[in-house]
């Protein structure tokens, strides 16, 4: 057991931040996205023992931070250990080999930190791929004179995913693997794609569960499903989307899906590869936008989920925002900024029921109403009715024997031949 503990400690990195504020930044957003770095870095199994900050009207081209700074950095790490410098950032090619050079240790920027986390958190075939894919599809045109850089890098933070001897290969060799890693992923994507048509034949009304990462939607998608899926105080904890079915009052069923957390300045290359998983939202007839209210910056972060879900198609789908973590805040002050809400805390059960009373409510919004009378000998189609509809209202006639019913139908379901039978009785 010690030995494996010491294992453990002896796998965190000892890590340096950089970040340039330069002229087209706001100074809340820049500090708050380097306080993010940091998270980023905790996640990757790093220690971050210090940040260096500089003001610049623009990076610097050659070196991303200015060279007097560079020579400051350089005077610092003589003093210290350590194994890894990241860049706020995303650097060109050049900028980080120069660093290389300079500085003598590994440096990395801030999308080769979030393609690395990733890499390590991918659980299924197909994330494993669209995650080897978005990091060949960075690193390709780096590869120009990082050999003997590479080389040098040994394991740890920004080198997992594509070992280092197939980042040395040609470039032939790369584009090949690429084709074939699409070639896999068209087939899964297919799959994909039978699957969303099987569940639209079916017409389970679909509700999608987005937000920045560790806003808590997984910890939410645990408790309105009562399943058990991963779920961890850290920067996307989430990445393979999982399904659930969750039971309205009503006793009417709907998919749950959560999804992986959004980020800014989330590798282009990332959500590329990861499109057909995040299509799911597009497929949702409701989306719960899960925002942490007690975050400094959550007015940016609903924008960054935002325009992302802009880039997918998705902007038109009926929203709900959920405020999480309203432990952490003075309720009574509270003001939000967006309609409709819930103000809530994910481990409170009253909190729970009222999520799942109001996503009830904007299904009847979108769905048209109905009323009608079933027979007592057809009374095996209730629990068809009340799986797929929703109802409101359901008494027991003596004298006509059967069910007075009102409620609320999709239209395009077939359970609008039931509907219909019992509306005619």
Do not use: C
């Amino acid at each position: 057991m010690e030995k494996i503990l010491i294992k453990q400690v002896m796998m965190i990195e000892q890590v340096l931040l950089m970040a340039v504020l330069h002229d087209k930044m706001e100074e809340e957003i820049f500090y708050y996205s380097v306080e993010e770095l940091k998270s980023l870095a905790k996640t990757a199994q790093g220690t971050v023992v210090d940040t260096i900050i500089q003001k610049r009207p623009s990076p610097h081209r050659k070196y991303y931070i200015g060279e007097g700074k560079l020579r400051e950095v350089e005077e610092w790490l003589e003093e210290r250990e350590i194994d890894v410098v990241i860049a706020n950032e995303e650097l060109t090619g050049a900028q980080a080999r120069n660093l290389q050079e300079q500085l003598g240790v590994k440096v990395i920027d801030r999308s080769q930190l979030i393609l690395d986390i990733f890499a390590s958190r991918a659980r299924t075939k197909e994330g494993k791929l669209q995650v080897e894919l978005a990091q060949y599809d960075y690193m390709l045109p780096r590869l120009h004179g990082q050999g003997t850089a590479l080389s040098r890098l040994g394991g740890g933070i920004g080198t997992r995913g594509p070992g280092e001897t197939k980042l040395e290969t040609d470039q032939r060799h790369i584009r090949n693997r690429m084709d074939e890693i699409k070639r896999r992923l068209k087939q899964v994507v297919n799959q994909r794609e039978q699957y969303r048509e099987n569940r639209r034949r079916n017409h389970l009304f679909q509700v999608a569960v987005v937000g920045y990462t560790n806003a808590g939607k997984s910890t939410l998608f645990n408790q309105l499903t009562k399943s058990n899926s991963y779920e961890e105080d850290q920067l996307f904890a989430t990445l393979d989307p999982l399904s659930r079915k969750m039971a309205l009052p009503s006793h009417m069923q709907v998919l749950l899906t959560d999804t992986v957390g959004f980020i800014q300045d989330l590798p282009t290359a990332l959500v590329a590869a990861f499109r057909s998983t995040l299509e799911e939202v597009k497929e949702a007839d409701l989306i719960l936008h899960v925002m942490d209210v007690h975050a400094p910056n959550r007015e940016e972060q609903a924008r960054t989920v935002s325009r992302l879900l802009t880039e997918l198609g998705a902007d038109n789908v009926p929203a709900l925002t959920i405020y999480n973590k309203k432990d952490l805040i003075d309720a009574d002050s509270f003001v939000p900024s967006a309609f409709p809400y819930l103000l809530v805390s994910a481990f409170a059960d009253q909190d729970i029921r009222l999520i799942k009373q109001q996503v009830e409510e904007l299904v009847k919004e979108i769905w048209m109403d109905y009323e009608g009378f079933l027979p007592e000998h057809e009374a095996n189609k209730l629990a068809r009715i009340r799986q797929h509809t929703i109802i409101t209202e359901q008494q027991y006639d003596e004298t006509s024997l059967g069910y007075h019913l009102k409620g609320f139908v999709d239209p395009d379901h077939a359970i609008m031949r039931e509907i219909k039978e019992i509306q005619s009785e």
